[in-house]
Nanobody, 116 residues
């Protein structure tokens, strides 16, 4: 089985930065895609950013220019650098991976809270 562990969440002031990490462990031979989703209070989970094995990325319009997704294939880790944070970025952030065999796995979530 595959385990995903998010880290790097916390409380920061508006305009600040955070870097989320998500490390996959267990029965992972390859990862085709990695991504971050978030669920703001009282809202549905939404896509934040994804990166595929070839390096292509995509971002939600709300985070373009502020967030950067990257990955370290050797470590089976995906990162989300979040800059210029806004109160509306407050959410639980979830890591998601798609393995080379088509398996989909989710992390447990990391709380990110941005104060004004």
């Amino acid at each position: 089985q595959v385990n995903l562990v998010e880290s790097g969440g916390g409380l920061v002031q508006a305009g600040g930065s955070l870097r989320l990490s998500c490390a996959a462990s267990g029965r992972v031979s390859s990862i085709n895609a990695m991504g971050w989703y978030r669920q703001p209070p009282g809202k549905q989970r939404e896509l934040v950013a994804t990166i595929i094995s070839g390096g292509s990325t995509n971002y939600a319009d709300s985070v373009k220019g502020r967030f950067t997704i990257s990955r370290d294939n050797a470590k089976n880790t995906v990162y989300l650098q979040m800059n210029s944070l806004k109160p509306e970025d407050t959410a639980v952030y979830y890591c998601r991976i798609v393995t080379g065999t088509g398996g989909i796995y989710w992390g447990r979530g990391a709380q990110v809270t941005i104060s004004s």
